[in-house]
């Protein structure tokens, strides 16, 4: 019997959850699984903390979000079978509570009671059938929150229709060790991977690697669900996928794009001794589906999406009716504008030009033309009487009349927001950040700041992507050309540049990447061939600014590596390498 094959007709939920609301993501647990239920589906996944969102953060060190998590699980349960669908089988990610016991209803030994718990429960007639937790907890970068959950003990196997079933949660599959060795001795029919698996450029890539090197270990097929939409600085990419018993994608679900995937998995049957049985019979023959996949996004398709889903979520599960910021006709600002008209619509995107005596014919003629391109919101402020009020009264100049006009500029769109109701969108990209060419209260204002996680050159490189994109479809592009091509200046002195004050961007971004992503040091930077001086001066500039990244407001995380949780070095620091 170990060899003969039966179909399993499985769903992939691809859901959107809101950290924290509980009852509205309970909500849409419910709705796909009835889809899926009247689509024929025998099992479906949902994400991980699909009750609760993710990640909670903190909140999971409260014992009444920790209960509600529970409680709004085991009532959906029994909603479930109340609708007469409690024979499809929910597999669903919930926070729970440790009550210092393991999932056999043994003594776990030192782990303290009422400890959260990142946990998943097999659903089955109105009841919990069955419980894992989480094995392997990240300590890194964004998942530092997850010190203080208590970690798994055991795998889980429950056979449905004859094939066994192993779970596992997101960061299990990736440890080599641990959990994998334990269920390829369990020897399933099927590992499924529940997942909160953020998007970063490239992951999907290794993602897909790794799926199907699990699924060769195993000789069995891997299916894996994701989590679709934006949390903070957070944006999950979806990109749900089932891979063959020999490695090979069966199916795979859009990226970007929440919805629940349908696969008929052929797997071997009774191949464990598994912890939960739920149904020996084997399935009748029925018409199989068409496996699915769908097509990869090339590199500006994934991080443009990234950018729109992460930046429409933070607007919509906010609250915000809508979004200013400040057009100079620069391609930073002509760039934030085209991501929030695609995030969401022109007639929610708020621009204002704010000229000063310095401002360039072009920055306004070319702050109207992206207005009028992507049909948002535009308007004009004169600064240059504020300025010239404040400096009659103190009398400052050089920097200090420079970082004036952007805190001007700061202070007009600050004002604007509070009478209006639009969040600030910060238009500065992640190499000014990185070495501190920003105003603090000036350009670095704002609720949001899109492409803070964008080095400057990736900034060309998008703009010229979009507007490809349009130019494919038929459609205007919504970037000008000119701000493209024009040469980068904040235009708060006469005739400036900056390049009077950093390298050229290209080089720059050569040596931020070096240092900030690869935490290579000044050797070993030297040593790839870049001049000390300029090393020397680059991290110097990196080290001082650390206090103003503290301050800029949060933005969509892109890379393996950005500035927040991913990277943060003391303030103040006699470290000089």
Same mark, same amino acid.
């Not at 803070?452 to 494919?472: F, P, T």
């Given at each position: 019997?170990? *060899? ?192 909160? /698996? ?46 063959? /018993? ?83 006709? *620069? ?27 310095? /401002? ?121 050309? /000119? ?95």
């Amino acid at each position: 019997m170990a *060899g003969e094959k039966g179909p399993l007709r499985l769903a992939l939920a691809q859901l959107n959850p809101v950290v924290g609301d509980i009852n509205g993501n309970c909500q849409l647990a419910f709705d796909a699984v009835a889809s899926a239920w009247r689509d024929g589906a025998h099992l479906i996944a949902l994400p991980e903390m699909m009750v609760t969102g993710y990640p909670v953060e903190d909140l999971a060190l409260r014992g009444d979000f920790r209960m509600s998590s529970r409680n709004a699980a085991e009532h959906l349960a029994t909603e479930l079978a109340k609708a007469g669908m409690g024979n499809i089988v929910v597999v669903i990610g919930y926070l729970d509570q440790n009550e210092n016991q393991n999932e056999k209803g043994e003594p776990r030994l030192g782990v303290p009671v009422g400890a959260p718990e990142n946990a998943v429960a097999v659903i089955h007639q109105g009841k919990f059938i069955a419980k894992y937790v989480k094995r392997h907890l990240p300590n890194y970068g964004v998942f530092d929150e997850f010190r203080n959950f208590v970690p798994g003990h055991g795998t889980l196997v429950f056979r449905l229709h004859g094939i066994d079933i192993a779970l596992a949660i997101c960061e299990d599959i990736w440890q080599d060790g641990g959990v994998m060795p334990e269920i390829a001795a369990r020897n399933p029919g099927l590992l499924l991977v529940i997942n909160g /698996s953020p998007f970063e450029s490239d992951k999907d890539d290794s993602r897909e690697a790794l799926i199907s090197r699990r699924a060769r270990e195993i000789s069995a097929p891997v299916a894996y669900v994701n989590m679709v939409g934006g949390q903070d600085e957070l944006v999950f990419d979806g990109d749900s996928l089932i891979a063959n /018993s020999m490695g090979e994608v069966l199916a795979r679900a859009p990226q970007f794009h929440e919805g629940t995937m349908l696969v008929d998995v052929q797997a071997r049957l009774r191949t464990s001794t598994p912890d939960v049985v739920i149904s020996e019979g084997e399935l009748a023959d029925y018409p199989l589906l068409s496996p699915k996949v769908a097509p990869a996004l090339d590199r500006g398709g994934e991080i443009w999406s990234a950018l729109v889903t992460g930046l429409r979520d933070y607007v919509t599960k906010g609250g915000f009716p809508s979004v200013l910021l400040g057009l100079s006709g *620069g391609i930073d600002s002509a760039l934030v504008a085209a991501i929030a008209v695609d995030a969401l619509g022109p007639e929610r995107v708020f621009g204002v030009g704010m000229p000063s005596k310095y /401002s360039s014919s072009h920055s306004l003629s070319d702050a109207a033309d992206l207005a009028a391109r992507t049909r948002l919101n535009y308007r004009v402020v004169e600064i240059e009487p504020m300025v010239a009020s404040f400096l009659m009264k103190l009398g400052f100049t050089g920097v200090a009349e420079e970082n004036l006009q952007a805190r001007v500029r700061g202070t007009t769109l600050m004002g604007i927001s509070n009478q209006e109701g639009h969040l600030v969108l910060a238009t500065g990209n992640k190499s000014e950040l990185a070495v501190g060419y920003s105003t603090i209260y000036g350009d670095a204002v704002g609720g949001y700041a899109p492409i803070k996680d964008l080095w400057k050159s990736a900034v060309w490189e998008l703009a010229r992507w979009r507007n490809a994109l349009a130019q494919s479809r038929g459609e205007v592009p919504p970037i000008p050309e /000119s701000s493209i091509n024009k040469e980068p200046s904040a235009e708060l002195r006469p005739g400036q540049r900056d390049t009077d004050s950093l390298p050229d961007y290209t080089l720059l971004d050569r040596i931020l990447h070096r240092y900030v992503t690869l935490d290579q040091g000044f050797a070993e930077i030297v040593a790839a061939g870049y001049e000390p001086a300029l090393v020397a001066r680059v991290m110097k500039m990196v080290d001082r600014a650390e206090y103003k990244r503290r301050q800029y407001p949060p933005g969509t995380k892109v890379s393996a590596r950005n500035f927040g949780k991913d990277r943060r070095l003391p303030i103040i620091s006699k470290w000089a390498p």
